[in-house]
C-alpha cells in the first residue's frame, strides 16, 4: 500500500511539475527558516544544562543597597565563607576570571583570554575532565591546567606537563610569577555560560588576595553554590544576609547595606545582564521573538502549503467525486491526501536539513549568531516530528471543512468551480499577507530606530579612535604616548583603565550627602581632550605640572547643587566627613557634558572620571587618528609600539565596533527581519503567484466569453485583480493594530527612542499591495491576452 502510494505520489509530481515543485520550495525554504532560529533558540535555552545537577546550582549576587547600584555577577568574599555555615548547601565553589591576562610562554608574551583562578570544588562542580594530569594538583601552590586548545596552539606534538608558564597580569594584579602546568583538560562545552583556556591555583600567589576577601567590601571574585535536594533558595538568600548583617565586615568602609540574591544556572546565559558577565550573554536579544518569528516564518509557509494544496484538490474534483460516487468514505479520502502530503513534508524536511547546513557558516557570520544542529540531542528529531503533524493537521482539517466534508459528489465537483467564493481560501491568503505586513512593519521600524540611534549625540567622538590594549606597566606610558604624537598620522593620545561600554568603577555618593553611586572611570586628562569630552566647568590649575582630581557629568553636578546649593557648600560639607587612613578628599576638578558612557537603552545617570597620570591608567591606551589613510596610520602606531613593547602582542579594536557591540542585539534583529521578511515575501509571492494562476485556469472559459462579446483586457485585469486587492485591505486592517501594540512594546526597550510614525504602516501596506498586484497581474495578463477561440476549447 505504502509502494502504491509512493508511485502514485511520484505520478503525480510528474503530471503538475510547477504546482509541485512550488510547494516543495516554498516549504522547504519555510522550514529551514524555522529550523535556523528555532534550533538556536533551542540550544541558547539548554546553556549549562549538561552540568549534572544544574537545576540546584546557583550564582551568589552581592550588592549594595541604593539608588544607582547596578548588580554584579561578581559577588563579596564573605559569601565563601558563609556558605560553610549554610547547612542547606551541599558545595560551594570562589574563582576569579580574567578576560584578557597578560602571561610568557617561553620568552613569548601573550595577552591569553579567559584566565581563571579556581579550586578544587570548580572542577566538581563544573564536572571539569582531565585529558592528562591529576586535577587535585589545582590544590598545589602556583599549578595550572590548560584547556586541549591551549596545548594545541603552544605545545604542540609535546607533553606540556612541568612546563612554565609567567603571569606578568591578571587585570589589576601583577608579577604573580611563574606557574608550572600540571595537566591539560578539555576544552569548555561550547554551551556554558564561560571559558577557560587557563585554570590557575588559588594556592601560592593568589592566597594572601584570597585570604583577604572576607574582610573586603570588594567583588572581585564569583561565588556559585549547589543546594540540597529540597533545600528552599529563598531561605539560604536569608541565611547570607544574616550572616553579612551579624559580621564584622558589615560596619567597614563602604556601603552599610546590602541584598543577596541566587540566579539559577541555567538562567544565567538568557536572563542575566549584571556587570562583568563572564562571557557575553544573550540576555539583551529577545529571545522570545525569535521563536516568534521562527513560528510566523513557518505558518506562513505552511498556509502558502495548504492553499495550493487545496488547489490542487479542487483540481481533482473529477477523481474525488468519483470515488466517493463509488463508495469512498472521507476517511478513505483524507488519508490518500495525507499520504501525499507527508510524502510532500518528508521531502521538504530532507531538504532542509541539506539547505540548513550548508548555509550554516553564512548564517552564523551574518547574524552573529553559533548556530549548530546537534543532532545527538532529542530535541532535534522532536522538532521534525513537531513540523510534519502541524503540517498534516492543519491539511487534514482544512482539507475536511473545505471540501471532504461534502455529503454527495455533486457537492464535491460543485466546489471545483466556486473557488474564487472560498470563505477558508480567502482566510488562509488573507493571513499570510497579514503576516508579511508584519515583518515589513517591523523591518521598517527597527532600521529607522537605529538610525536614530546612530545619529543621537554621545556627547563624545567614536570616530577615528583605535584603542590599544596594554600589558605592561614597567615602562612609562607618558613616553609611548610622546613618540606617537610625533606621528603625522596620529591626532592625541589618552589613558584609561576602561573603555566605553566596559564595566565601570562604582563611588558610593553618601559621603558627598546624596544617595545612591556614580559610576566611574580611572584615566588621565589627556583621554577627555582625545574623546573630545567637553568641559562646562573648567576648574583645573593651568600651571600644575599634572592633572590630577574629579570629573563629574551635568547630571551629578546638578544633583549635588541641588542638595547643597553651591559648590562652596558642598566643599565644607565634605570637611565635616571622617576619612580613614587611606582615603582622601575629592578635588572637584571640571564638570563635563553630559554623554551616553553604556548605550541608548539607558539613561544618563551620575558618572565621573578620576583623573591623574599613574601608569596603571594606560591599560586601554586611547588613540585618536587623523582622518586619511587608516592603513598608514596602524602601520605607523604599529611601528612603535613595536619598538617600546617589543615582547607583547598587538592588540587594539577600534571605537566605533566597540560603541556598534552595544547595538548588537538590535542589529541582529534588524538582520533577522529584514532576512525574514523578504523570504516571506517571497513564500507569499509563490503562493499568491500559484493560486492567481489557479483562478486563472477556472475562469479560463469565462474570460474567453468575455472577450469574445467585447471586454477589453484592462477590463479583464480588473475582474482578475480586485479580489486580490480586497483581500490585501483587509489583512491591512488586521495587521496595523497587532503590529503597532508590538513595535510600542519593544521601543519601550529604549531610554532614547524613535517616533511610531504613520506611514511605517503605509509603507508596509502599499509594499503588501504592489507585490500582490504584480504577482497577481503576470497571471492576468497572460489570461486576458489568450486566443479567445483556445479560452473557449480550454478543456
Same mark, same amino acid.
Given at each position: 500500500m505504502i509502494w502504491y502510494s509512493f508511485k502514485l505520489f511520484i505520478r503525480r509530481v510528474l503530471n503538475d511539475k510547477t504546482f509541485s515543485l512550488i510547494n516543495v520550495v516554498g516549504l522547504t525554504v519555510g522550514i529551514t527558516s524555522f529550523f535556523v532560529l528555532f534550533l538556536h533558540v533551542m540550544n541558547e535555552k539548554s546553556f549549562d544544562t549538561h552540568f549534572e545537577g544544574y537545576q540546584n546550582i546557583y550564582r551568589v549576587s552581592s550588592s549594595p543597597v541604593g539608588q544607582g547600584f547596578k548588580d554584579w555577577a561578581r559577588s563579596l568574599g564573605m559569601v565563601h565563607e558563609a556558605a560553610a555555615t549554610i547547612p542547606e548547601i551541599e558545595a560551594a565553589t570562589q574563582f576569579s576570571h580574567t578576560p584578557v591576562g597578560a602571561i610568557t610562554i617561553g620568552g613569548q608574551a601573550i595577552q591569553q583570554e579567559d584566565v581563571l583562578s579556581v579550586d578544587q570544588a570548580f572542577m566538581n562542580l563544573f564536572m571539569v575532565e582531565s585529558v592528562l594530569g591529576d586535577l587535585a594538583e589545582i590544590n598545589k601552590p602556583n599549578t595550572a591546567f590548560i584547556s586541549e586548545a591551549f596545548a594545541q596552539k603552544y605545545f604542540p606534538n609535546e607533553n606540556p606537563i612541568g612546563q612554565i608558564l609567567k603571569v606578568d597580569a591578571l587585570q589589576y594584579m601583577r608579577d604573580l610569577?611563574?606557574?608550572?602546568?600540571?595537566?591539560?583538560?578539555?576544552?569548555? +562545552?561550547?554551551?556554558?555560560?564561560?571559558?577557560?583556556?587557563?585554570?590557575?591555583?588559588?594556592?601560592?600567589?593568589?592566597?594572601?588576595?584570597?585570604?583577604?576577601?572576607?574582610?573586603?567590601?570588594? +567583588?572581585?571574585?564569583?561565588?556559585?553554590?549547589?543546594?540540597?535536594?529540597?533545600?528552599?533558595?529563598?531561605?539560604?538568600?536569608?541565611?547570607?544576609?544574616?550572616?553579612?548583617?551579624?559580621?564584622?565586615?558589615?560596619?567597614?568602609?563602604?556601603?552599610?547595606?546590602?541584598?543577596?540574591?541566587?540566579?539559577?544556572?541555567?538562567?544565567?546565559?538568557?536572563?542575566?545582564?549584571?556587570?562583568?558577565?563572564?562571557?557575553?550573554?544573550?540576555?539583551?536579544?529577545?529571545?522570545?521573538?525569535?521563536?516568534?518569528?521562527?513560528?510566523?516564518?513557518?505558518?506562513?509557509?505552511?498556509l502558502n502549503f495548504i492553499n495550493l494544496t487545496l488547489a490542487k484538490l479542487i483540481k481533482r474534483s473529477k477523481e474525488l467525486g468519483l470515488k466517493k460516487s463509488l463508495g469512498a468514505n472521507v476517511t478513505q479520502l483524507i488519508r490518500q491526501v495525507l499520504v501525499e502530503v507527508f510524502f510532500f513534508c518528508g521531502l521538504a524536511m530532507v531538504l532542509a536539513l541539506i539547505l540548513a547546513e550548508s548555509i550554516r557558516p553564512a548564517i552564523n557570520r551574518f547574524f552573529e549568531i553559533d548556530f549548530q544542529i546537534y543532532y545527538a540531542e532529542p530535541v532535534v528529531y522532536v522538532v521534525m516530528g513537531l513540523v510534519v503533524a502541524l503540517c498534516l493537521g492543519l491539511t487534514a482539517i482544512f482539507s475536511y471543512f473545505f471540501l471532504l466534508k461534502k455529503t454527495s459528489t455533486i457537492d464535491i465537483l460543485w466546489e471545483r468551480t466556486n473557488f474564487s467564493g472560498s470563505v477558508v481560501l480567502k482566510s488562509l491568503l488573507i493571513g499570510q499577507v497579514s503576516i508579511v505586513i508584519l515583518l515589513l512593519c517591523g523591518t521598517v521600524l527597527v532600521n529607522k530606530q537605529m538610525n536614530f540611534i546612530a545619529n543621537q549625540s554621545l556627547g563624545f567622538d567614536k570616530e577615528n579612535v583605535v584603542v590599544l590594549k596594554v600589558g605592561d606597566f614597567s615602562k612609562d606610558p607618558a613616553v609611548f604616548a610622546s613618540e606617537l604624537e610625533k606621528r603625522s598620522s596620529v591626532a592625541a593620545?589618552?589613558?584609561?583603565?576602561?573603555?566605553?561600554?566596559?564595566?565601570?568603577?562604582?563611588?558610593?555618593?553618601?559621603?558627598?550627602?546624596?544617595?545612591?553611586?556614580?559610576?566611574?572611570?580611572?584615566?588621565?586628562?589627556?583621554?577627555?581632550?582625545?574623546?573630545?569630552?567637553?568641559?562646562?566647568?573648567?576648574?583645573?590649575?593651568?600651571?600644575?605640572?599634572?592633572?590630577?582630581?574629579?570629573?563629574?557629568?551635568?547630571?551629578?553636578?546638578?544633583?549635588?547643587?541641588?542638595? +547643597?546649593?553651591?559648590?562652596?557648600?558642598?566643599?565644607?560639607?565634605?570637611?565635616?566627613?571622617?576619612?580613614?587612613?587611606?582615603?582622601?578628599?575629592?578635588?572637584?576638578?571640571?564638570?563635563?557634558?553630559?554623554?551616553?558612557?553604556?548605550?541608548?537603552?539607558?539613561?544618563?545617570?551620575?558618572?565621573?572620571?578620576?583623573?591623574?597620570?599613574?601608569?596603571?591608567?594606560?591599560?586601554?591606551?586611547?588613540?585618536?587618528?587623523?582622518?586619511?589613510?587608516?592603513?598608514?596610520?596602524?602601520?605607523?602606531?604599529?611601528?612603535?609600539?613595536?619598538?617600546?613593547?617589543?615582547?607583547?602582542?598587538?592588540?587594539?579594536?577600534?571605537?566605533?565596533?566597540?560603541?556598534?557591540?552595544?547595538?548588537?542585539?538590535?542589529?541582529?534583529?534588524?538582520?533577522?527581519?529584514?532576512?525574514?521578511?523578504?523570504?516571506?515575501?517571497?513564500?507569499?509571492?509563490?503562493?499568491i503567484s500559484a493560486l492567481s494562476l489557479f483562478?486563472?485556469?477556472?475562469?479560463?472559459?469565462?474570460?474567453?466569453?468575455?472577450?469574445?462579446?467585447?471586454?477589453?483586457?484592462?477590463?479583464?485585469?480588473?475582474?482578475?485583480?480586485?479580489?486580490?486587492?480586497?483581500?490585501?485591505?483587509?489583512?491591512?486592517?488586521?495587521?496595523?493594530?497587532?503590529?503597532?501594540?508590538?513595535?510600542?512594546?519593544?521601543?519601550?526597550?529604549?531610554?532614547?527612542?524613535?517616533?511610531?510614525?504613520?506611514?511605517?504602516?503605509?509603507?508596509?501596506?502599499?509594499?503588501?499591495?504592489?507585490i500582490a498586484l504584480l504577482t497577481v497581474s503576470w497571471q492576468s495578463w497572460r489570461a486576458a491576452t489568450r486566443n479567445p477561440v483556445e479560452s473557449l476549447r480550454y478543456e
Open positions: 610569577g611563574a606557574y608550572e602546568i600540571r595537566g591539560v583538560v578539555r576544552n569548555t +562545552h561550547p554551551k556554558t555560560h564561560f571559558n577557560y583556556h587557563i585554570l590557575l591555583s588559588q594556592k601560592g600567589a593568589l592566597s594572601e588576595r584570597y585570604a583577604s576577601l572576607p574582610e573586603r567590601k570588594i +567583588h572581585w571574585t564569583y561565588n556559585y553554590i549547589k543546594l540540597k535536594e529540597h533545600a528552599a533558595p529563598s531561605m539560604v538568600v536569608v541565611k547570607f544576609l544574616d550572616y553579612f548583617n551579624a559580621s564584622s565586615l558589615k560596619e567597614t568602609r563602604g556601603p552599610k547595606d546590602y541584598r543577596f540574591g541566587l540566579i539559577p544556572l541555567a538562567d544565567i546565559h538568557l536572563k542575566s545582564d549584571y556587570r562583568f558577565e563572564l562571557k557575553e550573554s544573550s540576555s539583551k536579544i529577545n529571545i522570545g521573538l525569535f521563536v516568534l518569528i521562527a513560528i510566523v516564518i513557518l505558518l506562513t509557509s505552511l593620545v589618552g589613558f584609561t583603565s576602561q573603555h566605553f561600554g566596559y564595566p565601570t568603577q562604582s563611588i558610593n555618593l553618601e559621603g558627598l550627602g546624596i544617595d545612591g553611586s556614580a559610576e566611574f572611570v580611572f584615566a588621565n586628562y589627556d583621554y577627555l581632550k582625545t574623546m573630545n569630552i567637553q568641559l562646562v566647568e573648567n576648574w583645573i590649575n593651568p600651571a600644575a605640572d599634572t592633572v590630577r582630581g574629579m570629573v563629574i557629568n551635568e547630571h551629578l553636578y546638578h544633583r549635588l547643587i541641588e542638595k +547643597h546649593g553651591s559648590l562652596d557648600a558642598l566643599h565644607a560639607y565634605q570637611q565635616t566627613q571622617p576619612l580613614e587612613a587611606d582615603q582622601e578628599r575629592i578635588n572637584f576638578i571640571g564638570v563635563a557634558k553630559d554623554f551616553n558612557y553604556n548605550s541608548a537603552h539607558q539613561p544618563i545617570g551620575d558618572f565621573a572620571f578620576w583623573l591623574d597620570e599613574s601608569a596603571s591608567r594606560a591599560r586601554f591606551t586611547h588613540v585618536r587618528l587623523n582622518p586619511g589613510n587608516l592603513r598608514m596610520a596602524m602601520n605607523e602606531v604599529k611601528q612603535v609600539w613595536q619598538q617600546l613593547y617589543p615582547e607583547q602582542e598587538f592588540s587594539y579594536f577600534f571605537m566605533d565596533d566597540q560603541i556598534a557591540q552595544q547595538y548588537k542585539a538590535e542589529i541582529i534583529l534588524s538582520r533577522i527581519l529584514l532576512s525574514f521578511s523578504i523570504l516571506g515575501v517571497l513564500i507569499s509571492i509563490i503562493g483562478i486563472a485556469q477556472q475562469r479560463t472559459k469565462e474570460i474567453g466569453i468575455r472577450k469574445v462579446n467585447g471586454a477589453t483586457i484592462f477590463e479583464i485585469l480588473t475582474l482578475l485583480n480586485k479580489d486580490f486587492v480586497k483581500w490585501v485591505a483587509i489583512a491591512f486592517l488586521i495587521a496595523c493594530p497587532l503590529a503597532y501594540y508590538a513595535m510600542s512594546r519593544w521601543l519601550e526597550n529604549f531610554a532614547y527612542k524613535t517616533t511610531l510614525s504613520w506611514w511605517i504602516f503605509v509603507l508596509a501596506g502599499l509594499l503588501a499591495l504592489g
